[in-house]
């Protein structure tokens, strides 16, 4: 690799100063333009990256069609659902949800899932232009240690590592309006979510302060019964962080693909400074 044997020549201390060793003067120009342009192709690389993904995902079914990112419920509210599944059609159990005014439909599961993926395929398109902002930073040194590295996926890593809290920061409002705005079944993301978070917090509330009842009841349920209904657990009314995390979750898994297709597949390269710098890894 070219680079490589020019890096070769020169040895660097603290990643600014440098010592030649039997380079010319025209091999030491060409050396830093080199290293300059390697910089500028991997932000060039992660720009077209982000730009690729944010397109991708922000097509209608996007993150929801897609399994490597597709946003599923919290765990606990997993959990409920799963819970609520297990015991449909027990009249006891039916008579309690009643009279707790409590209507947690399964369906409502589905729902919750698409509004998600929904909301974070209306905010994706935006992402590109964060994404942007944060690659700015990337440093001489950064780039060099990226370009060669074993895995294929070190820039995005990079990216994810430096810069993910202010990414989180910059997303998070374009997420929370995404989710205020896009309707599933008459209900936005939020709408339906604070639903099921007030249905299950009333039902987790019962249970902890009503030990002594759940216990006469044990008598009439089945014990699989009992486990569900003992599983269920308080959960959060608000999701945008959640779903921030999780939207941008995929959004770097996307990202990660679009620089490994640059880094193996020539084809992949579209501009001059991609083919040369990514060119000597060939």
């Keep these: ?47 077209i990256g982000a730009q690729n993904s944010s397109e991708a995902l922000g097509k209608e079914g996007g993150y929801l069609e897609d399994a490597a990112v597709k946003i599923l419920l919290p765990e606990e509210a997993q959990t409920t659902f799963k819970a609520v599944k297990a015991i449909t059609g027990n009249a006891a159990v039916q008579k309690l949800f009643s009279a707790l005014d409590v209507d947690l439909d399964p369906d409502l599961e ?12 209306d905010a994706a398109p935006q992402a590109a232009g964060v994404f942007a902002t944060a690659i700015t930073n ?8 990226i370009l060669f590295s074993s895995s294929n996926d070190a820039a995005t890593n990079y990216l994810k590592t430096n810069t993910y809290s202010g990414l989180e920061t910059a997303f998070s ?6 989710m205020d705005n896009v309707s599933v079944a008459g209900l ?5 979510w604070a639903k099921f978070a007030q249905m299950n917090n009333k039902l987790a509330e019962f249970k902890a302060d009503n030990a002594s009842v759940l216990k006469l009841a044990s008598a ?7 486990d569900a209904i003992n599983s269920i657990q308080t959960v959060n009314t608000s999701l945008g962080g959640y779903v921030t995390d999780r939207a941008l979750d995929g959004l770097f898994k996307k990202v990660a693909v679009e620089e490994e297709k640059i880094r193996t597949d020539a084809s992949a390269r579209v501009t001059d400074l991609l083919k040369d710098v990514f060119g000597q890894l060939d």
């Excluded at 009439?220 to 009992?226: E, K, N």
């Design 173 to 178: 409002p374009i997420i929370e309006e995404s």
């Design 188 to 192: 936005t993301a939020t709408e339906a």
């Design 110 to 121: 589905s729902t919750l899932v698409t509004a998600f993926n929904r909301a974070a395929e």
């Design 220 to 226: 009439l349920l089945d014990d699989s019964d009992m």
């Design 1 to 47: 690799m070219k680079l490589l044997k020019k890096i070769g020549k020169v040895f660097f201390s603290l990643g600014v100063a440098a010592t030649v060793v039997s380079c010319s003067e025209d091999e030491v120009k060409s050396f830093f333009n080199d290293e300059d342009n390697t910089v500028k192709a991997l932000k060039e690389a992660l720009t």
């Design 138 to 145: 990337m440093t001489l040194d950064d780039g060099k240690a």
